[in-house]
């Protein structure tokens, strides 16, 4: 059985709540000895499609960069790619268009762009896109959904037909996915019917678009995405639903009913090493007689791609083998694009390089294997820093970035304090020498801490870089705090890291940065999420303690550190009515000498544990008996993260990480508690932020709240009214969007007695900011 040739199609990529960065690789296209990578999500350059030939050299590398016509950051040109013989088209769902470029010579000139002209900016125009001979198909998911046709002629291209879903209804996702032949398209509408999904097919005949079968399958579930990639082979439409079975996925082959009309489902193909999250069909190719099937998730999250062979005696697909990659780091997201035209293949790994993004080209040997060949991938974008003196807020802008009532100091980008290609930022905390009284900061960075100080604002000197502990492994978790000139950095998810211990007065006499080593590192714990510090009583508390040692059940794992370079173990408390997992798990915590309202507990240490299922208060004043005080949920958990006292000690703000992804307040939320009784904490409203984005940690000074809420940026609150927050400022790292994203800011350090507040934004870099005149509210 000969299969057609059918159009190369490109679909949407991820959504929200996915963590955002370079994604480099996130869509690719292949097509006679060229291949293509998009670089759509950007936030410091627009985006990129970039071009790849083979050298003298036998090595793959760059010739072109595409670009659209009045290209501007983060423009998401790119989010859909599909090539054919000297053509590739280019979806710009931002703009509402697709470009088509045409290869001439050595060269990829943009020919046309297509912009429907009665599509709305809500339609996603661009979404999807399918190109081959004269056609070129561009998908609208947005809206109601719709797929135009386009044709070329004489005299350029020009709309031929608008096809709908006859039952697609807003929210389908029609036009998310295309598949086509010369006379017939298949178009996918994964998110109908509760994310049961469906396909609609249409047939050219005398020039025109008719829809002439819907096809569903009677075994497919909500949530299953039945259409989100799909290919035609001969009278067949190949349909994945990746969401079969808790993402396990499936593929399913329909062939057309000879004896009445529409298609049925007659094979479906699961993979042999099925495991949830193996989001099998993510992505589908024709290569010969053989059908490519993606699992991004399969191999550990390394990826693999399974090949099975048209068996025409038996009427099926069958000999299934798979195709995996050497060397290809779990996350990488190998096989979610995949393309392949005549030998040779590329696949993106948008989460490659700490989501950098990169991708490997796969080329057929003389003997007929595929074999890996080298990566390609793009230098790190970056916004250029700013030093040398203070930028105001003008107009809501400062330099790159947006902003309120805050006025930017300085900005160093990671590459400029220690961190290369693949490399970003997480927490970050401060130091003041006291015999100088020069202010530092201390950033947590995914492989290591860099040092800078930044005594003058607009001038910040990068210090030096103390790495990871020898044999521990990069990861996106690291926590800081310090006590008596010391800084205690612990990381989470990398293996026997252990609690490094830093002498700070090591910094007073660099000059040109340095490679630091730590004076020691206490081994007790191997990694943990958090530390937490009581500089009152020298005690730290390792917090989500995992992997190793004495993990405490993720709870408190208390350490004597008034001796700094002699840190002891003292004890565990946890309460195993809350977390998760019933273990106690905390994931941040704040532990005071309490002078609250609470007589009771005067003088008691006590520690306010955000606790992912709800708030814990503990007193852990005696190490070997500490004692669970209270306990207390709040409306709509998701994931109770961190928060802080005011400094009476009578309220407790609080950030819940999941809800806004979730979806269970429409805006940027935190909990407010009245803990004036301890015994009784009680939730005494919820603040609602200015944006979707959402909330990661926040600190308390006097009467202002400081929140880092990623995409957002850094907020500042004044909470003089306790109950009735009010913003009174911000700085956004991530000027493209607000997007429910684990994109931008980390966390923050408000405390300099200079009035500079330092913060970190995952990707971009070290800002230092400072606060305009207070408005009158």
């Not at 949830?276 to 589908?284: E, H, K, P, R, V």
């Not at 993004?357 to 974008?381: C, D, H, L, P, Y």
Request: net charge neutral.
């Amino acid at each position: 059985m000969k299969r057609i040739v059918a159009l190369t199609v490109a679909a949407l990529g991820a959504g929200a709540g996915q963590a955002a960065a370079q994604n480099y690789g996130v869509n690719v296209a292949a097509t006679d000895n060229v291949v293509f990578v998009a670089e759509a999500r950007s936030t410091a350059r627009p985006g990129i499609v970039y071009a790849y030939r083979q050298g003298t050299d036998g090595k793959w590398s760059e010739f072109a960069k595409l670009m659209a016509p009045n290209s501007a950051k983060s423009d998401r040109f790119g989010n859909a790619l599909a090539a054919s013989g000297n053509m590739l088209i280019v979806g710009h769902a931002s703009a509402g268009a697709a470009y088509i470029f045409e290869r001439s010579g050595d060269t990829w000139q943009q020919v046309a762009r297509l912009a429907p002209p009665d599509a709305a900016a809500a339609d996603s125009v661009g979404g999807a896109v399918a190109i081959g001979g004269d056609v070129a198909l561009v998908g609208a998911p947005g809206g109601n959904g719709a797929v135009y046709v386009f044709r070329r002629g004489a005299s350029g291209w020009t709309q031929e037909a608008k096809l709908t879903g006859s039952d697609a209804k807003a929210g389908d996702g029609f036009g998310r996915a295309l598949a086509a032949s010369p006379t017939r398209v298949a178009v996918g509408a994964p998110q109908q019917e509760k994310a049961r999904g469906a396909i609609y097919i249409f047939d050219n005949a005398g020039g025109q678009w008719t829809e002439t079968a819907k096809a569903v399958a009677r075994t497919v579930k909500e949530g299953d995405l039945l259409g989100a990639t799909m290919a035609l082979y001969n009278q067949d439409v190949i349909a994945s639903a990746p969401g079969r079975d808790e993402a396990t996925g499936a593929v399913y082959i329909f062939s057309r009913n000879p004896n009445a009309p529409g298609y049925a489902a007659f094979t479906r193909l699961f993979p042999y090493e099925a495991t949830s999250n193996t989001q099998f069909g993510a992505s589908i190719n024709l290569v010969g007689n053989e059908l490519w099937l993606g699992a991004p998730g399969a191999d550990g999250f390394g990826g693999a791609v399974f090949r099975y062979r048209w068996d025409a005696a038996k009427n099926d697909w069958t000999g299934v083998s798979k195709l995996s990659l050497q060397g290809v780091a779990p996350g990488t997201g190998y096989s979610a694009a995949f393309a392949v035209a005549g030998n040779t293949a590329i696949a993106g790994l948008p989460g490659d390089d700490g989501g950098e993004g990169t991708a490997m080209v796969i080329a057929r040997a003389g003997s007929g294997e595929w074999e890996q060949r080298n990566k390609v991938f793009s230098e790190t974008e970056s916004f250029a820093a700013v030093t040398g003196k203070p930028v105001d807020c003008v107009n809501d802008v400062a330099a790159d970035f947006k902003c309120s009532n805050i006025e930017l100091q300085g900005f160093l980008p990671i590459k400029d304090i220690g961190g290369e290609r693949g490399v970003n930022l997480n927490d970050i905390w401060g130091w003041t020498d006291p015999s100088s009284g020069k202010e530092y900061a201390l950033v947590g960075r995914t492989n290591g801490t860099s040092f800078v100080d930044v005594s003058d604002a607009s001038n910040p000197k990068y210090l030096g870089d103390l790495p990871m502990t020898t044999g521990a492994r990069a990861n996106a978790w690291r926590d800081i705090k310090v006590y008596k000139n010391h800084a205690y950095i612990v990381a989470d998810g990398a293996g026997n890291h252990g609690m490094q211990v830093f002498d700070l007065t090591r910094l007073r006499k660099i000059t040109t940065p340095q490679k630091f080593t730590a004076d020691l590192t206490y081994d007790r714990v191997a990694s943990a999420h958090n530390i937490v510090i009581n500089e009152q009583t020298g005690t730290a508390y390792a917090v989500g303690a995992n992997s190793g040692g004495d993990t405490c059940g993720g709870g408190l794992h208390m350490i004597d550190i008034r001796d700094p370079k002699k840190p002891t173990f003292l004890g565990c408390f946890q309460d195993a009515k809350t977390g998760n997992a019933g273990t106690g798990y905390s994931h941040d915590a704040q532990c005071v000498n309490y002078k609250g309202p609470d007589s009771k507990y005067k003088g008691r240490e006590i520690c306010f544990g955000s606790n992912e299922t709800m708030i814990s208060i503990a007193d852990v004043t005696d190490r070997k008996k500490p004692i669970a005080v209270s306990r207390a949920a709040y409306p709509n958990v998701n994931y109770a993260h961190q928060g802080w006292l005011t400094e009476d000690q009578r309220f407790f703000y609080m950030n819940d990480e999941g809800d806004e992804t979730a979806g269970v307040t429409p805006k940027t939320r935190t909990i407010m508690w009245d803990v004036s009784d301890l015994d009784d904490p009680q939730v005494a409203g919820f603040y609602l932020g200015e944006t979707p984005a959402i909330d990661h940690n926040l600190y308390v000074k006097g009467d202002t709240m400081y929140q880092s809420n990623y995409s957002s940026g850094m907020r500042v609150i004044d909470i003089s009214d306790r109950k009735n927050p009010k913003e009174v400022g911000f700085f956004d790292s991530v000027p493209a969007n607000n997007d429910v994203a684990f994109t931008g800011s980390w966390s923050n350090y408000p405390y300099f007695k200079s009035g500079a507040i330092i913060f970190t934004s995952i990707r971009e870099g070290l800002f230092i900011v400072k606060m305009k005149k207070r408005p009158i509210l």
